[in-house]
């Protein structure tokens, strides 16, 4: 398994402008989320999945849109970048029930000039 | 807001020694569990302790709950190099009405050879 995989690793982008950060997991796993981590600090919910179809805000979730078509894939599109939203962003998930163990992909480094 | 303060911020040590950092939180909880980063990565699951146990163990580490508190406490003993990470705390909180994990600002521990 490769477990939960993020794209890009790295990105620039300038003020205004969009993109589509990927996650996708391959453990059949029903919960997804996605965090944000910003220096010397710990992770900020964003938005979060309980399945298919089903998503929720977070504790952060303004300039950010989820949708979640499949259950392996819960990608994280920023409308209309600002340097604010520079940071590391982290795709998580687990399976049902309880929250419980969380499976955290390689993170994706973001820049916005 | 962060639900979880860990504290101390940082702590450097010496190998072979105990490692103890401590994790406060504010509501109600279903569980509490510690991970670990290193520099760079994603977050790694180390152990989770629900709210009806009071100590739990896995290898070198062990984790303390006190609910009455609203306390944790993640000891890692026989320290080694290789323990150098951020290690944060997270908590399944049954105020939030969110089904998510709430993590703290984290530890950074500096275990020197």
């Known amino acids: 398994n490769a477990g939960v995989t993020q794209t890009p690793k790295f990105q620039v982008l300038k003020t205004g402008q969009s993109m589509t950060l990927q996650c996708a997991q391959d453990m059949n796993h029903e919960y997804m989320s996605w965090y944000r981590q910003d220096p010397g600090m710990g992770l900020r919910l964003i938005h979060y999945?309980?399945?298919?179809?089903?998503?929720d805000q977070g504790e952060v979730p303004n300039g950010y849109n989820v949708s979640r078509s499949t259950t392996e894939d819960f990608p994280l599109r920023l409308l209309s970048a600002a340097p604010s939203q520079t940071s590391v962003y982290f795709c998580?998930?687990?399976?049902?029930?309880?929250?419980?163990?969380?499976?955290f992909g390689p993170g994706t480094r973001l820049t916005v000039l | 807001s962060q639900q979880g303060e860990e504290d101390p911020q940082a702590l450097s040590i010496q190998e072979g020694e105990n490692a103890t950092m401590n994790c406060s939180y504010k509501t109600s909880i279903n569980n509490l569990q510690w991970y670990r980063q290193n520099s760079g990565r994603g977050l790694v699951h180390l152990i989770l302790i629900r709210s009806n146990e009071r100590e739990k163990h896995s290898g070198r580490l062990r984790v303390t709950l006190d609910t009455s508190k609203k306390s944790s406490s993640l000891l890692i003993t026989a320290s080694r190099a290789a323990d150098t990470a951020s290690y944060f705390c997270?908590?399944?909180?049954?105020?939030?009405?969110?089904?998510?994990?709430?993590f703290g600002s984290g530890t950074r521990l500096q275990v020197q050879p």
């Open positions: 998580a998930s687990s399976r049902t029930g309880e929250i419980n163990e969380q499976f």
């Open positions: 999945s309980v399945g298919a179809g089903i998503t």
């Open positions: 997270a908590t399944d909180s049954l105020d939030t009405g969110r089904r998510a994990l709430t």
